[in-house]
């Protein structure tokens, strides 16, 4: 009876682990019908892209108009020299947990920018991308 258990519970925690390991890859777009306002109106504008030491920086501006795949992004024609991923994004989206992606025109997630520690971290990191950050006001 003892090792049923144990096997069992082996079985529930292997389960467990595959459910948070398939959510953190599964975010949902973000339902922001609750969201307050003022929350949202502060992820729309000027955003910078960097590398992990700031010295390449790329300038974006995230909107709250809708495109196929997302929201528009405008993104500043010398960024794909800097990031040449960037020449392919054409549409960004707030995900669950206020994350950020950027999204090619097939609508392929290309960029994902999650907040573990209170800053938005690039994954994967891609052309040396590591974050995006709003600039001092």
């Keep these: ?3 049923v258990r144990i096997i ?3 079985a529930l ?3 467990l682990l595959q459910a948070v390991a398939a959510s953190a890859d599964d975010l949902m777009p973000m339902d922001t019908t609750g969201v307050d306002p003022g929350l ?3 992820m729309y504008g000027s955003w910078v892209i960097s590398d992990a030491t700031g010295d ?3 300038k974006v501006v995230l909107t709250d108009e809708p495109t196929i795949g997302g929201s528009v992004i405008t ?4 960024c794909e ?3 040449p991923v960037m020449a392919d994004i054409a549409a960004w989206r707030l995900m669950e947990g206020w994350g950020i992606d950027l999204a090619d025109a097939e609508r392929k997630t290309r960029i994902r920018f999650t907040t573990p520690d209170n800053a938005y971290v690039a994954e994967p990191e891609t052309d040396g991308i590591s974050t995006i950050l709003q600039p001092q006001q």
Aim: overall charge positive.
């Design 1 to 3: 009876m003892t090792i």
């Design 8 to 10: 069992t519970g082996l």
């Design 13 to 15: 925690a292997l389960g």
């Design 40 to 42: 949202l109106k502060s």
């Design 56 to 58: 390449k920086r790329c």
């Design 75 to 78: 993104v500043d024609p010398a």
């Design 81 to 83: 020299k800097t990031f």
